[in-house]
């Protein structure tokens, strides 16, 4: 028995050392024959939604090998099939007592094996987590036949076997994931016009000079990159810069929007669910931080997580593993994380609202990005470029930047940074019908001097007093609807229907602006 167990874990090496299934079975069969009289072996796939079942692989001599099988299931076919491989018994058709099979055994030997055939063969299932994936088949040599301490070791193999066929499912799937990424790529190229998806960052050597510099010193390094900077200013684009000019390059970059999460789904996204977790859970899934496996992932907005979160945030980047909602299994990954936020995180730290021990961890290399403002210089190349895009993307004809265009331009605050910069060069392009650009009416104003610096136009209303007035009015408004619907968010005459918006973008609101809904459950309309 010793032997075997010896057996057995070679076996095992062998199934985990290659990633195609013809490659494992090849390998494994020559190690088997050792102990098991076999003169073929074959792995079957079995897809259970196209109710169809193939030969991937076989193995040993090409004498009287039978043919490869590849058929279609009618549905009593897949119920039979469905049953025996969920049974866990392995089946055993001796050459000299082949009658003695009950019939629904018979028939699935007639499934699966070819019916001029006289030998001796057993019949396991393949299975991974998610059930019944395939069937491995021997037969046995001519004037030899199986017997019951061969079935017990054919059991003991079925286990690396379909770890074997599930390394290769996995490989196709990833090969045709990667081909379909590919053709996107592609088609997103041919519409864009342009040769890579690669971000071109324009002011690289003026207005972003410095943001580069520390770009280009952190970006080899494996540490936690904190982007700091107002919304719009181009966080998402350095952070994929940073990526492509890693050593993780050719893994992921996965973008997390912090802030779009509803705290109920925040786990699930970012450590994802097993099968069954919850309601609605109807299978498993892997979340953010597994799918940016040896790449990096960029956490978006990350002053917008709700404190327990961050708890358990830190956790994972402190251990580097975590469990799936419902799991019990620690899933260790390896991951570079790149955070950014337009919020003031030290401030939040001293109002309890972002946790410092995270901060640490996340800030091992802060970057700030200058609004567009500080960096006027950039505007002219920036509205070029956008300008060109818009173009291509609109279909009509490139029109290029006049002197009083530029001088617009330049002199604009530019509130929303490069974002609303991109909104405004659309516009004007469309309103310009490709014959030149209608930039004064696309900011919004006929008198373009209004949006200048220094001029003597009427003082704007304070800022700050300005939105916190229109937070207070939306406050209001939104804890009246919440009284009145006795603090239901979601659902028919929900708070969320009430006022016209995604409950999820309700949620974030309130958060923002510190409404707690859960007094307001049971509250008279009247109150």
């Known amino acids: 028995m010793d032997e075997f167990r010896a057996l057995l874990l070679e076996v095992w090496r062998e199934a985990c050392r290659h990633t195609d299934i013809a490659t ?18 074959g792995v079957l796939a079995i897809d259970w939604n196209r109710a169809r079942v193939q030969q991937r692989a076989g193995g040993l ?10 058929r279609n299931l009618s549905d009593a076919e897949k119920a039979l099939l469905l049953s025996w491989a969920r049974s866990s018994r392995v089946l055993h058709r001796s050459a000299a007592a082949a009658s003695a099979s009950s019939a629904s055994d018979t028939h699935i030997h ?25 069937v491995v088949v021997l037969r046995a040599k001519p004037d030899a036949d199986f017997d019951v301490t061969h079935e017990r070791m054919l059991e003991a193999l079925l286990e690396p076997l379909s770890a074997a066929l599930e390394n290769d499912r996995r490989l196709h799937e990833l090969a045709a994931l990667r081909e379909a990424a590919e053709a996107d790529k592609r088609s997103a190229l041919a519409r864009l016009g342009r040769d890579d998806l690669r971000d071109t960052i324009i002011g690289a050597d003026a207005g972003l000079r410095q943001v580069m510099e520390r770009v280009n010193l952190v970006a080899r390094l494996d540490v936690p990159v904190l982007l700091l900077g107002e919304t719009g ?14 050593s993780r390059s050719r893994g992921p970059f996965i973008r997390v929007n912090c802030g779009a999460i509803p705290p109920e789904l925040i786990d699930s996204e970012l450590f994802g669910h097993e099968k069954g977790a919850f309601t609605g859970a109807t299978s498993s899934r892997r979340g ?36 799936r909602v419902g799991g019990e299994r620690s899933v260790n990954v390896d991951v570079r994380i790149v955070a950014s936020t337009h919020r003031d995180l030290p401030a939040m730290i001293q109002n309890g609202e972002f946790r410092q021990d995270l901060w640490y961890r996340i800030a091992g290399f802060p970057i700030v990005l200058p609004p567009l403002r500080e960096r006027r210089e950039d505007t002219p190349a920036l509205a070029a470029h956008f300008a060109a895009r818009a173009a291509r993307h609109f279909g009509l004809r490139p029109t290029r930047l006049a002197a009083e265009d530029v001088e617009l331009l330049t002199e604009y605050d530019w509130p929303g940074n490069v974002r609303e910069l991109i909104s405004v060069i659309d516009r004007a392009a469309i309103l310009g019908e490709g014959e030149r650009l209608e930039l004064a009416a696309a900011l919004g104003s ?12 009427p003082a704007a209303p304070d800022a700050s007093r300005g939105s916190a007035a229109l937070d207070e009015a939306m406050r209001k408004h939104i804890e ?16 969320a229907e009430r006022l016209g918006i995604n409950p999820h973008t309700l949620r974030a609101r309130m958060r923002k602006l510190g409404i707690d809904w859960r007094k307001f459950r049971g509250a008279a309309s009247g109150d």
């Open 24 to 41: 494992s079975t090849a390998t494994i069969a020559d190690l088997v024959s050792t102990r098991l009289p076999i003169d073929h072996i």
């Open 61 to 70: 001599g090409d004498g009287g090998r039978p043919a490869a099988l590849d």
């Open 110 to 134: 007639e499934l699966l094996l070819p019916s001029h055939s006289d030998a001796s063969w057993m019949i396991g299932a393949l299975r991974s987590d998610d059930g019944p994936t395939g």
């Open 233 to 246: 200013t181009g966080k998402e684009v350095i952070a994929r810069t940073i990526h492509e000019a890693s």
């Open 288 to 323: 953010w931080f597994e799918r940016a496996d040896n790449g990096t992932l960029l956490l978006d907005e990350v002053g917008e997580l709700p404190l327990p979160a961050q708890v358990r945030l830190l956790r994972v980047l402190q251990e580097g593993s975590f469990e």
């Open 446 to 457: 006929p008198d373009p001097r209004l949006h200048r610096r220094g001029t003597s136009a």
């Open 480 to 495: 009246s609807m919440l009284r009145s619907c006795r603090g239901r968010i979601e659902g028919h005459g929900g708070t």
